[in-house]
């Protein structure tokens, strides 16, 4: 990787300790870092393409700053 990450588990914090005037029983849930540049946003992707349970050869693009793309093939998921 090229730098540390700062955490590679998902946070799950009280908005109210961030200062957002929300519920006060609100929550953020940050998704966590999976490689130095594979992000959050495309782990969430993964989850909601249900990338984990797809039982054929898939391929998930998150076109954005980066460009991340993740293979699931044969029950492997590669990610870069």
Do not use: K
């Not at 490689?35 to 495309?42: H, I, L, Y």
């Not at 782990?43 to 991340?68: K, P």
């Amino acid at each position: 990787m090229p730098f540390a990450q700062v955490f590679d588990a998902p946070l799950n914090i009280p908005a109210a300790t961030l200062g957002i005037a929300a519920n006060p029983g609100a929550g953020i849930f940050v998704f966590p870092q999976i490689g130095g540049f594979v992000g959050g946003d495309t782990v969430a992707g993964m989850l909601a393409a249900s990338m984990d349970d797809f039982g054929e050869t898939s391929l998930l693009i998150d076109i954005g700053t980066i460009g991340e793309i993740v293979l699931n093939y044969d029950g492997l998921i590669l990610a870069t």
